[in-house]
T-cell receptor, first 113, second 114 residues
Framework: QQQVKQSPQSLIVQKGGISIINCAYENTAFDYFPWYQQFPGKGPALLIAIRPDVSEKKEGRFTISFNKSAKQFSLHIMDSQPGDSATYFCAASRDQAGTALIFGKGTTLSVSS | GAGVSQSPSNKVTEKGKDVELRCDPISGHTALYWYRQSLGQGLEFLIYFQGNSAPDKSGLPSDRFSAERTGGSVSTLTIQRTQQEDSAVYLC????????????FGPGTRLTVT
């Protein structure tokens, strides 16, 4: 049973456009929702994260929107750049003290110049 | 400072052989995680170590998989009698015990079973 569903699987965006990646979760016990960015041959790197007590968090060009009632959250990349081309994973965690992250299957973003 | 390191970066082995993958976490991080990333799939949790507590092995796919962590630092993931379906990238992550939700990943070991 997949607990975090991510879409789309791949995304092509023009330089300067907005990239939007969506995730949905099932377990209401999840209380931490990070996004990871992964470049080819590298491990995933934490990009931005949100907790369910806020509806939006912004860091530079990256924004997470969170809808607790719908059990959905999304990543918006404003002014997308070719350097943003990577695979993005959403994830969810049950416990702040450190348990396994449950990951979505990833979205491959390609930003064309 | 140094990040999470893993070795080897690539491993090719024959079906039926045993392999050992090594992870060296960030100094001071008490929590260590192993994940598996298969082509087109997300990251699949395998095992979690926190300090001196018993590890959470709930993600190990079969009894051919085992891991240990010596001295609360370096960890070794062992796969016995490898199968072709074991081919994947094995990722290690570490975190501070109090901030386990912020996990820092190593570059991974790409395992190919022929």
């Amino acid at each position: 049973q997949q607990q975090v569903k991510q879409s789309p699987q791949s995304l092509i965006v023009q330089k300067g456009g907005i990239s939007i990646i969506n995730c949905a979760y099932e377990n209401t016990a999840f209380d931490y929702f990070p996004w990871y960015q992964q470049f080819p041959g590298k491990g995933p790197a934490l990009l931005i994260a949100i907790r369910p007590d806020v509806s939006e968090k912004k860091e530079g060009r990256f924004t997470i929107s969170f809808n607790k009632s719908a059990k959905q959250f999304s990543l918006h990349i404003m002014d997308s750049q070719p350097g943003d081309s990577a695979t993005y994973f959403c994830a969810a965690s049950r416990d702040q003290a450190g348990t396994a992250l449950i990951f979505g299957k990833g979205t491959t973003l390609s930003v064309s110049s | 400072g140094a990040g999470v390191s893993q070795s080897p970066s690539n491993k090719v082995t024959e079906k039926g052989k045993d392999v050992e993958l090594r992870c060296d976490p960030i100094s001071g991080h008490t929590a260590l995680y192993w994940y598996r990333q298969s082509l087109g799939q997300g990251l699949e949790f395998l095992i979690y170590f926190q300090g001196n507590s018993a590890p959470d092995k709930s993600g190990l796919p079969s009894d051919r998989f085992s891991a240990e962590r010596t001295g609360g630092s370096v960890s070794t993931l062992t796969i016995q009698r490898t199968q072709q379906e074991d081919s994947a990238v094995y990722l290690c992550a570490s975190s501070l015990g109090t901030r386990g939700y912020e996990q820092y990943f190593g570059p991974g070991t790409r395992l190919t079973v022929t």
